[in-house]
């Protein structure tokens, strides 16, 4: 059974810079489109990232473009998302996701930025 779980999140201060992780048991990522969205509190979801294995082709949202990075391990079961200069509106739960339609999400990883 597929099951996708992300840790590295964190309470990091402005400027600062955190790793996510999404290890994905019983599945490797070869061919699949996989990425990143997050939550803000008492907001809706926000897409970051997305990577689309088959044509190696990695997209980020404009509001943290230069500023992550997506990439994933030589197995292709484990998922990165480093991320620098971290801003206050950074501040959300960060979920990996996995297949065209992002069918199948991690529980989230808490990233807080803050003084």
């Known amino acids: 059974e597929l099951q996708l779980v992300e840790t590295g999140g964190g309470l990091v201060q402005p400027g600062g810079s955190l790793r996510l992780s999404c290890e994905a048991s019983g599945y490797t990522f070869s061919g699949s489109t996989i990425g990143w969205v997050r939550q803000a509190p008492g907001k809706g979801l926000e897409w970051v990232s997305t990577f689309f294995d088959q044509i190696s082709s990695t997209h980020y949202a404009d509001s943290v473009k230069g500023r992550v990075s997506m990439s994933t391990d030589s197995a292709g079961t484990t998922l990165y998302l480093e991320m620098n200069d971290l801003k206050f509106e950074d501040t959300a739960v960060y979920y990996c996701?996995?297949?065209?339609?992002?069918?199948?999400w991690g529980q989230g990883t808490q990233v807080t930025v803050s003084s």
């Open positions: 996701a996995l297949g065209a339609a992002y069918d199948f």
